[in-house]
């Protein structure tokens, strides 16, 4: 008899038929001789609704009152899928964040979990109830409402598994598991047996949007065995670990992200601390800086690349605009530019990793305009146009097509 | 500077501008220089649309569940309120039923407030915070959420304002106050200035549905002056409270109840003990009985009757069925009936109140079925179809016309 922890997305509980579908899925688990504990997120765009009531009346309300709102969404949707498994005829009872035991800071719309008390937890699965548990929330030392920001169930079902040892968590999404390439986009993608957490981190940053990275960081910080897998079709998913078999690919993933704005500044100052400050003043605005390159430019100057979102991009142009170091020097932002990468911890022993990619993009006459690289991951800049065929072409040079 | 508890139903708050209208009245009352708790409920339909959504599921589900689903209704209208009302530049804070600090005992669906520990509410008041609690909900002493059940808003209102001694607590809702007769159907029907809580709780209980009857019990308990008045209209509403000015009015209201079933059992053996097991077996069921009458019949028999609502009819009668003293004798049910009632603390002094109301319904040559008096109630059973026109006369005869 294992503790399994099961998550939920809100897609998977959008209506009447699909909580059912959840309650079976709960049920022949729990049927099978395990404990279970259920997480949810808010049914369907419930969320969205809420929000978009919230701006009806007030397009800047605090944030608290904000996550007081928001918490109501998965308040329905855990009482709704108690009620399906009480009506399947199994024992169930659904907790609130709070009622869970989830205890955060008190950041508003981002709060971070501190700890979980599991007093109630344990004594619910003690009596052999089946515990549907809200997701995305928690409270504060002040007995507020929290939420831990979008994707936040990911990160509350890993931190559960964490904290009641369970032996496994598995994130349920509209997906069959991780890809190698998105699968609506490239034909020949093919699903993962098993993925390491870094792989796993490297793919979520890079816009493969099936986990929520916090909750990868959580689940390899405490050795949190995940599993992705359909909540619609009933096969093996994905296994996210800290070590897996060696397979025969050399990479375990090719993604695009296409929020990438890229700034240039040309011509500064060789001396020190430029990048300390250019950074610094991004810093404070909390705009999250991605590839940084600086390279050697003309006359004794240098000159500074580096990416962030596109919705970022003009804040970050008039932020160096203020800079005493940037005086005068020309400063430009591309956002027709897309970010292809690669990744998988098998390059680190293969130096022709990225020859091989280049290879690949050449072939299509595609031109890079930026690289960077760490040890599990390579990634290009390009032309946004040229992305999807980038994708293809890079897939199928390392993917062995059946 | 007084402490004003303010009550808004769920019409009230039923959309955008509805929530913006209640947030301004709540600040100009903060901003005549008072303290205000305002309690609110769900939103509208929300209520009706989440048992909706639950009968779908299971149509049966557990209570707590119920209430863990329905206590989500208030948390989205008080988080909304809060918006509205910080969009209008006024400190607010909303508080669920559980940090409002709202002790409930386990009966889900029906709880009844054991006690609220002001110690937040009086926190927030003195940060000269506007609070805004969720009405209708509670939590157990298992950390379990518990709703109070329909109109309990009503009741947590007044539940607040006994447990922070305010001077006032004001139930708004879509009439101007509390009237003589229905104003849609009598036109020459009169808000009352004032009435005993006594007279209140006789004409909530007539169907007058303008405040929940345990709300007035509490109030009258712990001497809360209650208004009741309109959140569209500004104008005066009626004060509840224990002695008002003596009016010209003998009489404060004429009521119509449809929801009558008249049961009679003819020819029951003359014997002790008939009515109590009659009766203890409705009670068994949790039937409420309303008007009893036993009168004496042919050849040493009695006869006895009562009223119920029509839901319950067949069950009591298939009850009365299963009794031993009731075996063989004739059991009719009659459901085209409705009860006509006045109501007025003045007819305790005034003997002809009873003969004036029969006289009226004479008059319209309007047959009674059935009598019941109480010190400060006349009520008549009579056809249904007759009602309104019952009402009509009967309310004519009593309320001067201008």
Known sequence: MALIVQKFGGSSVAD?????????????TYKAGNDVVVV????????????????????????????????AGEQISISLLAMAIEKLGFPVISLLGWQAGFNTNSVYGAARIKNIKTNRLNAEISKHNIVVVAG??????????????????DTSAVAIAAALHADKCQIFTDVEGVYTADPRKIPGAKKL???????????????????????????????????VLSSLNPVPGTIVKEKVKMEKML???????????????????????????????????NINVDIILQSVGRNGTKDLTFTVSKENGPLAVSLLEELSVIDGKKISCKTNVAKVSVVGAGMESHPGTASKMFEALYAQNINIQMISTSEIKISVIIDAEEADRAVAAVHNAFIPQD
Chains 1, 2 share one sequence.
Request: charged content about 30%; overall charge negative; cysteine-free.
């Open 16 to 28: 009447a038929a699909r909580v059912m579908n959840v309650a079976r899925i709960v049920t022949d």
């Open 251 to 285: 990479i375990r993933g090719v993604t695009k992200d296409a929020d990438v704005a890229l700034i240039s500044v040309v011509g500064l100052d060789d001396n020190p601390g430029v990048a300390f400050k250019v950074f610094a003043k991004l810093a404070q605005k």
């Open 193 to 227: 047996n098993e993925i390491t957490y870094d792989e796993m981190l490297e793919l979520a940053t890079l816009g493969a949007q099936v986990l929520n990275n916090r909750s990868v960081e959580m689940a390899k910080k405490y050795s949190v065995e995940l599993e």
């Open 40 to 71: 949810v997120s808010a049914q369907g765009d419930t969320t969205d609704d809420l929000i978009e009531k919230a701006k009806e009346i007030n397009l800047n309300p605090a944030k608290r009152e904000m996550d007081q709102l928001l918490a």
């Open 136 to 153: 995305f929330q928690g409270i504060n030392r002040y007995d507020d409402l929290t939420t831990l920001g979008r994707g936040g169930s």
